[in-house]
Each structure stands twice: as structure tokens, then as C-alpha cells.
């Protein structure tokens, strides 16, 4: 079983309950995710994952397009319930990403941490980023990326951010050696429980509930 898979067990077996506004789920405190490329080979391999929606998704907001349009017109219907436009979501802060990679590969010096912040306080939102940071360094001429995420949606958030984080990791000219997330809050939620179950069972059609 890939660790994604193993973190979606420990969250059934070990989650506590929680009520929030987006309804009940079964959480899991300051969890740590570490990823080898074998590990995301082994997760890519086994699990579901819109990899062009994602990839376009990835696309649209290092370009920094708000308009939610744009994100249907490439078959990415997921950011509707926002309205017309992302307000300080992740296309604001993403649209640093270019140049920071840039940076990266221009410099790629072993002494600087690269950081990439999501989010900001005091100001409008219609969706806070869940990706609060994303950090680059490297070590012995291969990458490692780092990541804080504040809170996790264990079945469809959680994946597409790992994808993502590849992706980005994919446009530095490094060795990969790995992908960490530390996640704050991570979750299912009650009407996907049994879902997980049966994804973790073998059943690859599982179609997971987006709770907002």
C-alpha cells in the first residue's frame, strides 16, 4: 500500500471526530508525509489523479488568472461554488512561482532557502489557499521540497497538492530527492468515508463528495 493509502487507514482507524462548516469528518493532527520519487511513482501509478486538469489547473494560476471562467474553459469545474472570480486565492500567490524558479535555476545556490508564501491575513477571500508554504532547497546537487499545509482534504485536496508539488519541482533543473508535506489538519469527511473504504479495498472508480 502507497503512503498516501497508508495515511487514508490511519485516518479511519485513528481520526478523531470534528464538526466544522463544511460538516463532520474524522481528522488527524500534524501529520508528515515524506516522498521519494519512487514513492510518487507508486502513489501516480495507483491512484486516480486528473493529471491534465491538474496540470492545466497549475498553469492557470502561475499565469495568475482569477477569472473562473478560464478554469472551466479547460474542463476544471471544481472552482465554481467561488463565484466569478478567485479573490486572494492561489492564482495571487502563484503568479511568483515563475520567478522564483527562475531564481532557482539561475542561482541554485545550497546555502539560500527558496519560499514560496500562500496567503495573507486581513484581506478579502472567497478561498483561502490550503497550501500555506512551499519551500525549495537543495542538497548535494538534488532538490528538496518542503511544504506546510494548513488544512487538508485527505481525498480529493491532498492529491491534487502532491501532483502540484511535482509538477513545480519538475520545471527546477535538479535531481529530485524529495517531496514533504506537514499537514496541519488533514481529514475525510463522514459522506466519503465510505468511499475510502472502498478505494483502499481495490475499487479504482470511487468518485469522492467536494464539501464546501
Not at 494548513?150 to 513545480?168: C, E, K, V
Request: charged share 25%; proline share 3%.
Amino acid at each position: 500500500m502507497n503512503k498516501y493509502y497508508q495515511l487514508l487507514g490511519k485516518i479511519l482507524i485513528d481520526g478523531k471526530a470534528q464538526i466544522g462548516k463544511k460538516g463532520k469528518s474524522r481528522y488527524l493532527l500534524n501529520e508528515s508525509l515524506s516522498l521519494a520519487p519512487a514513492d510518487l511513482l507508486d502513489i501516480f501509478e495507483g491512484h486516480n489523479i486528473a493529471r491534465r486538469k491538474l496540470k492545466d489547473e497549475l498553469r492557470l494560476f502561475m499565469s495568475g488568472e482569477r477569472q473562473v471562467e478560464k478554469y472551466r474553459e479547460a474542463g476544471i469545474s471544481w472552482w465554481d461554488y467561488c463565484g466569478q472570480t478567485l479573490v486572494n486565492s492561489y492564482p495571487t500567490y502563484f503568479e511568483k512561482l515563475p520567478p522564483l524558479i527562475e531564481k532557482i535555476n539561475r542561482e541554485k545556490r545550497s546555502s539560500k532557502n527558496y519560499v514560496l508564501f500562500l496567503g495573507s491575513t486581513d484581506a478579502e477571500t472567497n478561498q483561502a489557499p490550503c497550501l500555506s508554504l512551499v519551500q525549495f532547497q537543495l542538497d548535494g546537487g538534488d532538490l528538496v521540497v518542503s511544504a506546510y499545509q494548513r488544512s487538508s482534504d485527505a481525498n480529493l485536496g491532498l492529491p491534487a497538492d502532491i501532483y502540484h508539488l511535482y509538477l513545480m519541482a519538475r520545471q527546477i533543473d535538479l535531481p529530485l530527492q524529495s517531496i514533504t508535506l506537514t499537514l496541519g489538519n488533514v481529514h475525510i469527511y463522514d459522506n466519503n468515508i465510505n468511499r475510502t473504504r472502498d478505494l483502499l479495498a481495490g475499487n479504482d472508480n470511487v468518485k469522492f463528495e467536494l464539501n464546501v
